[in-house]
């Protein structure tokens, strides 16, 4: 195929409510319009994420084996709407648990599975360092001819990871962008990535007053040819979808245009 259609769904979540928020990312998505290739959630779409920090009671409740109730329900939904979806939980570890995103395909089959390598908070006590064990490898996979890489929220800030997905057309890259001191320089990262790595990016945060901002890149910024404007857009607030089309024609006149052999294979 040479255009894959991609739908960020920026939705809300509570800390905890599993149920709850498995059920709102599923009234969103059965209203997508059929014929979707790809729906993305946001981080810990599944359990939610903590505005204060993440406390050892409830990250406990949340965790799941994989192939458990976040993965079935999935599942069974991206088989009922005939798409692949990336969804985020929390998978259970040997020791520590894990801030995960995984996608499954229509056939109802986990597909790709990343374990978030860049963990923020460091420095704190109840912050992600403390909590997830952090991954160690990055994550692929095919989607209707187009190669998607997996990205989590502070993964932005690492070039190298990027680097190591290899040459995608896409990257996913679900987050909980609060509106604080670091909300601002989220989009030039945005571009940034998409730019040097010459790839579409959805980047996909949780709805919210504090959160919202959702960003469909494209992979160049301004005119590509005559008929070709680039720009990426931008949700607001509320509860919404964003549409990205990933096009082949888009991704191959970029990269002659403006070759950059950022991988050594080339």
Request: aromatic share 10%.
């Given at each position: 195929?040479?255009?894959?259609?991609?739908?960020?769904?920026?939705?809300?979540?509570?800390?905890?409510?599993?149920?709850?928020?498995?059920?709102?990312?599923?009234?969103?998505?059965?209203?997508?319009?059929?014929?979707?290739?790809?729906?993305?959630?946001?981080?810990?779409?599944?359990?939610?994420?903590?505005?204060?920090?993440?406390?050892?009671?409830?990250?406990?409740?949340?965790?799941?084996?994989?192939?458990?109730?976040?993965?079935?329900?999935?599942?069974?939904?991206?088989?009922?709407?005939?798409?692949?979806?990336?969804?985020?939980?929390?998978?259970?570890?040997?020791?520590?648990?894990?801030?995960?995103?995984?996608?499954?395909?229509?056939?109802?089959?986990?597909?790709?599975?990343?374990?978030?390598?860049?963990?923020?908070?460091?420095?704190?006590?109840?912050?992600?360092?403390?909590?997830?064990?952090?991954?160690?490898?990055?994550?692929?996979?095919?989607?209707?001819?187009?190669?998607?890489?997996?990205?989590?929220?502070?993964?932005?800030?690492?070039?190298?990871?990027?680097?190591?997905?290899?040459?995608?057309?896409?990257?996913?890259?679900?987050?909980?962008?609060?509106?604080?001191?670091?909300?601002?320089?989220?989009?030039?990262?945005?571009?940034?990535?998409?730019?040097?790595?010459?790839?579409?990016?959805?980047?996909?945060?949780h709805a919210g007053r504090s959160h919202g901002g959702s960003i469909a890149m494209p992979p160049w910024l301004g005119r590509l040819d005559p008929t070709v404007q680039?720009?990426?857009?931008?949700?607001?607030?509320?509860?919404?979808?964003?549409?990205?089309?990933?096009?082949?024609?888009?991704?191959?006149?970029?990269?002659?245009?403006?070759?950059?052999?950022?991988?050594?294979?080339?």
């Open positions: 195929t040479n255009r894959l259609t991609v739908v960020g769904v920026q939705v809300p979540t509570r800390w905890g409510r599993v149920r709850e928020n498995l059920d709102a990312a599923g009234r969103m998505i059965r209203e997508l319009p059929r014929g979707t290739d790809l729906i993305c959630l946001p981080e810990l779409s599944s359990s939610g994420y903590p505005p204060g920090g993440f406390d050892a009671e409830t990250v406990q409740a949340v965790a799941e084996e994989a192939g458990g109730r976040s993965t079935t329900f999935f599942g069974a939904l991206a088989a009922e709407v005939n798409s692949y979806i990336a969804f985020g939980t929390v998978f259970r570890g040997t020791e520590r648990p894990s801030l995960s995103h995984a996608v499954v395909s229509p056939r109802g089959e986990i597909v790709a599975r990343y374990d978030k390598c860049h963990l923020a908070g460091r420095n704190s006590t109840n912050g992600e360092f403390p909590t997830f064990a952090p991954g160690s490898r990055p994550a692929t996979f095919d989607c209707r001819g187009f190669r998607v890489g997996l990205a989590v929220c502070y993964d932005l800030r690492f070039p190298l990871l990027w680097k190591r997905l290899g040459r995608c057309d896409l990257v996913l890259h679900p987050c909980s962008f609060e509106r604080d001191d670091t909300f601002d320089s989220w989009l030039p990262f945005v571009q940034t990535r998409a730019i040097e790595n010459q790839c579409y990016v959805l980047s996909l945060n680039l720009a990426p857009t931008l949700l607001g607030t509320d509860p919404a979808t964003l549409e990205l089309a990933v096009e082949r024609r888009v991704l191959d006149a970029m990269r002659a245009a403006h070759p950059y052999h950022l991988y050594p294979a080339e």
